[in-house]
């Protein structure tokens, strides 16, 4: 609506607003849940990642299923697309089990599709060095 009322009207920043609107569109693109999983499959196919379950239930605020779980480093990882991570309640939810999450000793790593697409490298090497810390803490710990 907003779009339809503006167009031919000289608005300041409307060159910057239409790209952001035409983006949150209900029918702009969106990748399905496969390929964001999928996404996640890659970056976890490395040797130095120890091994990691997918749809993973676990009882943090309330009962949950995580999109991958590395128990060895007690890690979650969640791949956030825009049909489920949009709204204020999504929002809300996830924040409140991330911090269930944390309350106990877990830690949650959250990528989009843009960062599994246009950063695959830098995510990959997040996640190796977050997993480095968390095993050097465990490691500390039992001795």
Same mark, same amino acid.
């Given at each position: 609506?907003?779009?339809?009322?503006?167009?031919?009207?000289?608005?300041?920043?409307?060159?910057?607003?239409? !790209?952001?609107?035409?983006?949150?569109?209900?029918?702009?693109?969106? !990748?399905?849940?496969?390929?964001?999983?999928?996404?996640? /499959?890659?970056?976890?196919?490395?040797?130095?990642? !120890?091994?990691?379950?997918?749809?993973?239930?676990?009882?943090?605020?309330?009962?949950? +299923?995580?999109?991958?779980? +590395?128990?060895?480093? %007690?890690?979650?990882?969640?791949?956030?697309? %825009?049909?489920?991570?949009?709204?204020?309640? /999504?929002?809300?939810?996830?924040?409140?089990? /991330?911090?269930?999450?944390?309350?106990?000793?877990?830690?949650?790593? %959250?990528?989009?599709?843009?960062?599994?697409?246009?950063?695959?490298?830098?995510?990959?090497?997040?996640?190796?060095?977050?997993?480095?810390?968390?095993?050097?803490?465990?490691?500390?710990?039992?001795?």
């Amino acid at each position: 609506m907003i779009r339809r009322r503006s167009i031919g009207a000289r608005i300041r920043g409307a060159a910057r607003l239409f !790209p952001l609107l035409d983006e949150r569109a209900a029918d702009a693109w969106e !990748p399905s849940g496969n390929q964001l999983e999928g996404m996640l /499959d890659r970056l976890v196919d490395h040797p130095d990642v !120890p091994a990691a379950t997918r749809q993973y239930p676990l009882t943090l605020a309330a009962p949950s +299923i995580v999109d991958l779980y +590395i128990a060895a480093w %007690r890690l979650i990882l969640e791949a956030d697309g %825009r049909r489920w991570h949009s709204r204020r309640a /999504d929002f809300e939810r996830d924040r409140r089990r /991330d911090n269930a999450a944390a309350a106990q000793g877990l830690v949650v790593l %959250r990528f989009t599709w843009q960062m599994l697409t246009r950063d695959f490298a830098g995510c990959q090497r997040l996640l190796l060095e977050t997993g480095a810390r968390r095993q050097a803490l465990f490691q500390t710990k039992v001795q």
